[in-house]
């Protein structure tokens, strides 16, 4: 099943009278259970496309086709409800609210529901899972970085969504710590969920089961990598 299918993307900033072409034409299909890297070097526009893709941001031309819905013709309304619903969201910064523990973090996407038992105990159980039981009352300032970003994981993935975007997700960790949280991705998805992450390093895109390179604004190299 094809749950992403773009076709001839294009996203064009403008900057006074100068228009810039980020995006020139990206055809890329995204099936149930794939785990993709999106590759390349700063300005190659693969920001932007997972921008476009997580429904945070709208192609200038194209198609966008999300589980057979033009994105394109949707409400704002039903946009906003594919993105919360179906779609997790994991950042180079964490962006975790100080003020809040851990589990209160992950509750975040579940609104009106946190406080209902059914979210508990799955907040509770995912953060369980990533091996942050012991960590459940802990605001942010008093995790390390790694347990901040599982804690990140735990919170994309209480809603249950159909896909996990992960923008450079071991840009603030060391190696060892990015490993585990690298390890952690490929679990999820061999439970079959959804992956596409961005990232500069080969290292990271190793982890991945296929791989997408991007230059200029278009796809140059798309293979798998296991």
């Known amino acids: 099943m094809n749950l992403i299918e773009t076709q001839n993307l294009r996203k064009v900033f403008k900057q006074g009278e100068v228009e810039i072409e980020v ?29 476009i893709l997580g429904l945070l941001d709208s192609p200038t031309s194209g198609s966008y086709f999300f589980k057979g819905e033009e994105v394109t013709k949707l409400s704002e309304e039903r946009i906003s409800q594919i993105r919360n619903q179906q779609l997790g969201f994991v950042f180079q910064h964490f962006f975790l609210i100080p ?41 942010p300032a008093q995790l390390s970085g790694g347990q901040q970003q599982r804690v990140a994981i735990a919170r994309a993935l209480i809603n249950e969504p159909e896909i996990i975007l992960a923008d450079e997700p071991t840009g603030q960790l060391d190696s060892r710590t990015g490993e585990e949280i690298l390890n952690i991705f490929q679990k999820i998805n061999d439970q079959g969920k959804t992956i596409i992450l961005v990232t500069h390093d080969p290292k990271v895109a190793g982890f991945a089961r296929q791989s997408i390179i991007l230059e200029d604004g278009q796809i140059v190299s798309q293979k798998l990598t296991k």
Do not use: C, M, W
């Open 23 to 51: 995006l020139k034409g990206i055809d890329l299909t995204v099936k149930k259970g794939d785990f993709i890297s999106l590759q390349g070097t700063s300005g190659s526009g693969k920001s932007t496309l997972l921008s």
């Open 99 to 139: 003020y809040l523990t851990a589990l209160e973090n992950v509750l975040i996407p579940t609104l009106y529901n946190k406080n209902s038992k059914q979210s508990q105990k799955k907040a509770r159980d995912l953060l369980a899972l990533l091996n942050l039981q012991d960590r459940l009352h802990f605001k």
